[in-house]
């Protein structure tokens, strides 16, 4: 049986990121904090920011990388207008300081800076920036692969070129799938590729339609409808065809509407039968007064 292919298949429930495409990490989504705050009273941050303290304080986070690989690692950071640094270790190794950072005037202006030639090992990183004196606000890492030359600190970062699949914060990719992603998707347009007849043959003369005794007789037995899977069978196999579930929806409603113009139809039928048997039940009525009262 054909089916549907979706441009992108969307598999959820994955686990920790693993990608080579530019990736970006909200401050706040820490595995570790030591005299850090989560914040969110300083505007023009992306949602929550991170609020460092004095000299020594630290944030880290993990990050799962596919393989062993160099990657610039970016940060958004404000400095409110006074001398403040950081310190970059990734597993345990210094990768250098900033300090004091480029300052930024004002809370609410961040500014983005990084570290080049950040080595990273197949397998899980912790990565951990240490206040050097005073800590500025953190908004975001971002993670940029040596070869990726397509992200600009995060604005607008994301994949870019040609690729065989693709994992998005995704441990790992099942066979027969190009794409797996692990949270949600927004876009503008998903395009389906149509490897399916599409359901107007409910419409033909050829195509029978269950008489609705039938069907109930079969729903009572199956609990769902037919040509539909149960419930039990979508659970077992843990997934659904996102594509063929709206060819077969749009089949069961091309089969709702002929129902219900058949029904109509048998409703019209039998209002004008209606209509006639109270026309001739008025005729007999005057007919049978008539005979009860003849003239004198």
Not at 57 to 63: G, L, R, V
Not at 165 to 188: E, F, H, M
Not at 216 to 244: C, M, W, Y
Request: glycine share 8%; net charge negative; hydrophobic share 30%.
């Amino acid at each position: 049986m054909s089916k549907m292919c979706f441009l992108f298949s969307f598999l959820l429930s994955l686990g920790l990121a693993r990608q080579t495409a530019a990736q970006t990490i909200q401050a706040e989504n820490t595995s570790k904090l030591s005299g850090v705050k989560v914040q969110s009273t300083h505007a023009n941050a992306d949602g929550s920011y991170l609020d460092y303290g004095g000299e020594g304080t630290y944030a880290e986070w993990q990050f799962a990388s596919s393989t062993d690989q160099t990657v610039e690692l970016k940060i958004k950071y404000s400095t409110g207008n006074s001398s403040r640094g950081l310190k970059l270790t990734v597993n345990g190794n210094s990768f250098g300081t900033k300090s004091p950072l480029t300052n930024t005037d004002d809370w609410e202006d961040w500014e983005i800076t990084g570290w080049t030639n950040v080595a990273l090992q197949a397998g899980n990183n912790t990565i951990r920036l240490t206040a050097v004196g005073a800590g500025p606000n953190l908004d975001r890492l971002n993670i940029v692969p040596n070869d990726d030359s397509g992200d600009n600190g995060g604005e607008n970062s994301g994949a870019q070129g040609s690729f065989n699949t693709l994992r998005v914060n995704a441990n790992s990719l099942p066979s027969a799938y190009k794409v797996a992603v692990n949270g949600g998707i927004i876009t503008d347009e998903v395009r389906i590729q149509l490897n399916e007849y599409w359901p107007d043959y409910v419409f033909t003369p050829t195509y029978s339609l269950l008489d609705l005794t039938e069907l109930a007789q079969f729903i009572q037995q199956n609990k769902h409808l037919p040509g539909r899977k149960s419930a039990t069978e979508v659970e077992k196999e843990g997934h659904f065809d996102l594509g063929q579930l709206n060819v077969k929806l749009l089949e069961k409603i091309e089969e709702l509407t002929r129902y219900a113009i058949e029904q109509d139809k048998e409703n019209t039928q039998l209002q004008k039968k209606l209509k006639a048997q109270e026309t001739r039940l008025k005729v007999l009525e005057k007919a049978l007064e008539t005979s009860s009262n003849p003239k004198k």
